[in-house]
């Protein structure tokens, strides 16, 4: 399954907006290590345009819209981040693209492990040799 939501738990009270959260090992199927978020970006930006070998990730758009195109090697998909309480999880070894639909989009990741840029598949015709020989890489 390449698209994978989900809907966070919104607590509204009247007249002062919203809560939403996720829990680790509960909402999402892993413990998380790292926090990131990207900001201040134009209308139009395309981010991304690699994959990971073993990152698992979260992610959301608590303001804005933020299109995510994902590919697993045989099918594409996309998703469009357009609500605070809406996450995708990304696994390994999909091919993630994310377009700024709109001026200073907030996109919100939390991973499962820390930065590591060796995890990291950024050509495209390796991604797919790697996803169709999987443990040669
Ligand atoms: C992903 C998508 C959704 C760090 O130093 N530490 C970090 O934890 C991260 C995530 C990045 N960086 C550095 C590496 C680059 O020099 O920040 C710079 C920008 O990273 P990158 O070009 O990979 O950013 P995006 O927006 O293309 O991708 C990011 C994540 O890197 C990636 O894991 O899945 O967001």
Known sequence: MIL????????????????SVFEAER???????RIYYI???PEGVQRGGHAHK????????????????????????????NDPAKGLIVEHYMWREMIWQQKDSVLCVAADS???????IRDYDAFLAAVAHPGQN
């Open 39 to 41: 900001y201040g970006a």
């Open 4 to 19: 994978q939501t989900i809907s966070m738990k919104s607590v509204t009270a009247e007249g002062m907006g919203t809560l």
């Open 54 to 81: 073993a990152l698992r990730q979260v992610l959301w758009c608590p303001y804005g819209s933020i299109l995510i195109r994902l590919d697993d090697g045989t099918e594409k998909s996309e998703v469009l981040l």
């Open 114 to 120: 820390y930065y590591d840029a060796d995890d990291y």
């Open 27 to 33: 909402d999402v199927p892993f413990a998380i290590k």
